[in-house]
DNA sequence: GTCATCATGTAAGCCGTTACATGATTGC
DNA sequence: GCAATCATGTAACGGCTTACATGATGAC
């Protein structure tokens, strides 16, 4: 999960370590709080992967394939690429996705979770990165999490936990962000449908 | 976390590895998958702590400090009781709760969240168990649950990730489930309230 | 020159997992 | 006798954490 992460915010821009763990408990917060002592040996896995490369100061600019599609607000990019290339600070390492990081970066948001991993965690950053999805896998993830939320609910119908006020309570409200959770995936769904559906029609009329 | 979950099912009677872990992934089962390769080592650490203790066949109905509170609706009770003394399962060892592990048990649920550990289930899990609190220090429990949803709001407002759909509108739906949590707890801490000024009313007109 | 911050990394450890190995009991 | 299930455990590993070690830069 870690490494879905970093590649996903490094498909954005290059960044080095310290900046990535920043923005890890920043941007995508919410979801996760990373630790030197994870990030720097996932950073070093990826790049032996061959799923990054370390990127020479001054080198980030000229974006090999990509002819400055100006994705990101351009004044706070303006800022970030000056404050990266800064010069002086020898020791910093920023890292680039490879072909084979896009590649990989791919497969880990498609693939199925690992084993013992949170279905949570693994759902919302997969859903903070699936603006790069091709639209049916996109529909298939949201369809799979739909799938998850109505197994759970099935499960919670079953399940008699103790018959004191607490627990009670505990698996009522759980019940309901079940229910509200899969009521947001379907709206997610049907918002991703009507684009499809647009889309298709542009298609047609052109 | 394990350990917490372990001691509160042995604390309401005894029970052996193989039977924990069904009501681990049953009673429990909406927080919590264990597997044997967890379980069984934490039975030893536990039993190594002094927390808990094998019981003999035929040793566990006569509880020795309680005098039989008829507590879990007795005809269930009973149905267990039978299953459990039946004699030929050589093998089998059934795990009760010591003093010191009933001490242990309340340090658990009372004591700070191990750094690192899920928030959710942590508090989930005290929340299931909480019965067993003296009142204040369930108060304390919701207290600090109340706090760490409103610091997590606080974060939330904060943090602009990303401008796409997805990422809204998953930070968007993070906040309105954190706010209901919210409100959740506050009806826990007023339903305490309530039970504490009914308590107290008792008292005086006793 | 020194202190805060930026920046990279290693070591030990915790807590859990899957896969495997083993054996008793029960029902047929 | 054989299979299903009950039951206990071990081994190897994974991923993340904290605590520690190190050093450059910039502000004052």
Known sequence: ?????????????????????????????????????????ALRRLERAGAVEVVEPGDEAPAPPMPATGSLSGEAAAA???????????????????ERGEQMFLELLTGDTAPG??????????LAFCRYLPRDARMALLEQRR????ARLHRARGSRAGQDRYALSLLEHGRKSTERDL?????????????AAEASQE????
Chains 1, 2 share one sequence.
């Not at 992460?5 to 990373?34: I, N, S």
């Not at 799938?147 to 109505?150: G, T």
């Open 1 to 41: 999960m870690l490494e879905l992460a970093v590649l996903g915010l490094l498909k954005e821009q290059p960044l080095h370590g310290y900046e990535l763990k920043k923005r890890l408990g920043d941007t995508l917060g919410f979801l996760w709080g990373v630790s030197y002592g994870s990030l720097y040996p």
């Open 80 to 98: 970030r690429v000056r404050r990266l290339a800064k010069p002086g600070r020898r020791n910093r390492k920023a890292y680039r996705l490879t």
């Open 117 to 126: 991993t949170d279905d949570e965690r693994a759902f919302a950053l997969k």
């Open 147 to 150: 799938a998850d939320l109505v």
């Open 183 to 195: 009521e947001w995936v379907d709206e997610l769904i049907a918002a991703e449908r009507a684009a």
């Open 203 to 206: 298609g047609a009329t052109a």
